[in-house]
Nanobody, 120 residues
Framework: VQLQASGGGLAQTGGSLRLSCVASGRILSIELMAWYRQAPGSERELVAGVTSGGSTHLADSVKGRFTVSRDNDKNTISLEMNSLKSADTAVYYC???????????????WGQGTLVTVSS
């Protein structure tokens, strides 16, 4: 199983970026897909998540600015980031909690991380 993230880069304060992550490999079901981020000197934190049923969660720090969505058929999760702030600068990681086959235990997989830099 692999998670491939894309879409990071440089944005100005108040600008927008869109991140995408696709999971591939032997996958039976993905229960949860999420985005985490880790700023320099800080712990990794949950930014947004989507269950297979479409329930979403957004961290308080990004509510009203970020939108998370998921395509179950394509095993993808996207994060639309608007009104970016310097505090959003971090490496963003996608995560998937999934089962590979019937009887498999749920496992977490991580993408490689994509850097988002917000500058004024």
């Amino acid at each position: 199983v692999q998670l491939q993230a894309s879409g990071g880069g440089l944005a100005q304060t108040g600008g927008s970026l869109r991140l995408s992550c696709v999971a591939s490999g032997r996958i039976l079901s993905i229960e949860l897909m999420a985005w985490y981020r880790q700023a320099p000197g800080s712990e990794r934190e949950l930014v947004a998540g989507v269950t297979s049923g479409g329930s979403t969660h957004l961290a308080d720090s990004v509510k009203g600015r970020f939108t998370v969505s998921r395509d179950n058929d394509k095993n993808t999760i996207s994060l639309e980031m608007n009104s970016l702030k310097s505090a959003d600068t971090a490496v963003y990681y996608c995560n998937a909690a999934l089962r590979r086959w019937l009887g498999d235990s749920r496992r977490h997989y991580w993408g490689q991380g994509t850097l988002v830099t917000v500058s004024s």
